[in-house]
């Protein structure tokens, strides 16, 4: 019996403590289930959810509507423990319309026949205006973000043009035939001396891509952007006669590489053209050749044509160019693997030279430039020999009919562009003539080099730069081009240059240098 009651009271001790602690703790949440807070509209609350429930859950629980927009922290797919606290922000968006003012643009316009320091105000301009829609974004009624998403030009602006003249005092030369230059779109020509200039097409639509007299200087070849869809440009001739207006469309569009006038015809153009594509470079070249005569009323004949459109060899999409020679009896090309000479009469190509095209890992393939000698016998180029990735490139010279090709200057540079001068007498009255053309002053990266402009006699003898003078900037790729007589006063033929977007010319013999033009904006030169 004593036992049995030491045992009861034992028993009641550890009810009577189990009881008193229990009176002591916070009162608890059904098993299974968990108390979460939500803060959503301004109100805070506590709901009370199962056990693994997620954000998205709770505000089902709680019966708050998510619109699409809407967001929450932590995210709608987070699970739950008890106590946590989730909120709901309130996104919405708005779309406003705001009308923008466009300021207009100043330019000024360079023009060497005004005295420099002198100005005229061409265009005045006017502000443009544009109607922007803004996208805002609210957070529980707060602008956090403004972003446009839309522009409507209402009204263009107008640039406002201001005319300087920049003419300088530079000396007078006297120069034999028509000198041509295109300034700033425009065409002019200096006649006698390079102190009287004349514009003879003023549209400032003249892209450059072709710039040529006729042979006897009275019509000038050239090039348009009209800016007409899915066009590239056009060709037309212009009379360079003072007083006589006279511009005719030849009817032929997208000229990239090649258009001349057929030696001792003066109203006849050969020409190839490409196909405008909206990819670099711009086009696919047809490597065709078309012919057509023109009459001074402005009737214009297409011939039948030279050469279909072709591939035209390895990366025959740049395009194929073309020379005349002396005699226009023939033509020679160029392209990026070969030279060649082309018959007119039946459209026979021969192959003079076959070269490694240069690999130049980019939207452009490189092609020599070349020139005939004065009698037709011979062709100077630029020879690229392996490897395609190679940067050696010499000056070449090729008997027309192929029986030989001879190395005359090595490492001259891709963009040496050999220019023959006219025949020459020599003082023992025997005929000569020089070769002019371009030397890679950083021969082993000619593509990005500047050059100087070198003169040899034709058997690549007796060199002498003419320019720039040693230590001074060099000149960029360019075609120079000869005299059509020696100059006056001289027995000395000269060079006609582009050099910091001004002319220059330079004695062949002497080299004494003249600059002619100083607005900086002078991009091709012609002289016939």
Excluded at 201 to 213: E, S
Excluded at 281 to 299: C, I, K, R, V
Excluded at 396 to 405: D, I, L, N, R, W
Aim: charged share 20%; glycine share 10%.
């Amino acid at each position: 019996m004593r036992l049995y009651h030491s045992g009861l009271r034992l028993t009641l001790v550890w009810l009577a403590a189990a009881l008193l602690l229990g009176s002591c703790s916070p009162p608890q949440v059904s098993e299974g289930r968990i108390a979460v807070q939500i803060t959503a509209d301004g109100e805070t609350l506590t709901v009370e959810v199962p056990a693994g429930s997620s954000v998205e859950e709770v505000f089902q629980a709680a019966g708050v509507t998510l619109e699409s927009l809407d967001r929450t922290d932590p995210p709608l797919y987070t699970v739950l423990g008890d106590g946590s606290h989730v909120r709901l922000i309130r996104v919405s968006e708005e779309y406003i319309v705001e009308e923008e003012v466009i300021p207009f643009e100043q330019q000024l316009v360079r023009n060497e026949t005004l005295p420099e320091g002198e100005e005229y105000w061409l265009q005045l301009g006017q502000n443009g205006l544009q109607e922007i829609t803004f996208r805002q974004v609210f957070e529980d009624g707060v602008v956090v973000s403004s972003n446009p998403v839309k522009a409507v030009t209402l009204k263009e602006a107008v640039p406002q043009i201001k005319m300087i003249g920049v003419q300088k005092p530079f000396a007078p030369v006297s120069i034999p035939g028509r000198l041509a230059y295109l300034v700033d779109g425009d065409a002019w020509v200096m006649e006698g001396t390079t102190g009287i200039r004349r514009q003879i097409v003023g549209p400032g639509d003249l892209d450059g891509r072709i710039f040529n007299l006729s042979p006897d200087g009275e019509w000038l070849l050239f090039t348009r952007n009209l800016e007409e869809e899915g066009t590239i440009n056009s060709l037309w001739v212009a009379a360079v006669d003072e007083g006589v207006e006279n511009l005719i469309d030849l009817k032929v569009a997208n000229v990239v590489h090649f258009a001349d006038w057929k030696p001792g015809s003066a109203l006849t153009i050969a020409y190839s053209t490409v196909e405008p594509r909206p990819g670099a470079p711009g086009w696919q070249a047809n490597n065709d050749l078309g012919l057509l005569t023109f009459s001074a009323t402005g009737y214009v004949r297409t011939l039948p044509p030279v050469l279909e459109t072709n591939s035209g060899g390895v990366y025959g999409w740049w395009g194929t160019d073309f020379s005349w020679a002396p005699d226009g009896a023939r033509l020679a090309y160029t392209r990026p693997d070969s030279l060649g000479v082309l018959e007119l009469e039946t459209g026979s190509q021969q192959p003079l030279l076959e070269f490694t095209p240069l690999q130049t890992l980019g939207d452009w393939a490189w092609v020599p430039g070349l020139g005939w000698s004065p009698e037709g016998d011979f062709l100077f180029s630029v020879n690229h020999p392996p490897p395609a990735e190679s940067q050696r490139f010499d000056l070449q010279v090729t008997q027309k009919a192929g029986e030989y090709s001879v190395l005359v200057v090595p490492d001259v540079g891709m963009f040496a562009y050999p220019a023959p001068s006219p025949l020459q007498e020599l003082p023992n009255g025997d005929n000569s003539y020089q070769v002019a053309y371009l030397e890679a002053l950083q021969p082993d990266q000619s593509e990005s080099s500047r050059y100087r402009l070198v003169v040899r006699d034709r058997d690549g003898s007796n060199r002498r730069a003419l320019f720039p003078s040693e230590g001074a900037g060099g000149l960029d790729p360019q075609q120079v081009v000869w005299s059509p007589q020696a100059l006056g006063g001289r027995q000395s033929y000269a060079l006609a240059y582009l050099y910091k977007g001004n002319l220059w010319l330079v004695d062949s013999l002497s080299s004494e240098v003249w600059q002619i033009t100083g607005d900086g904006l002078t991009k091709r030169v012609d002289w016939k």
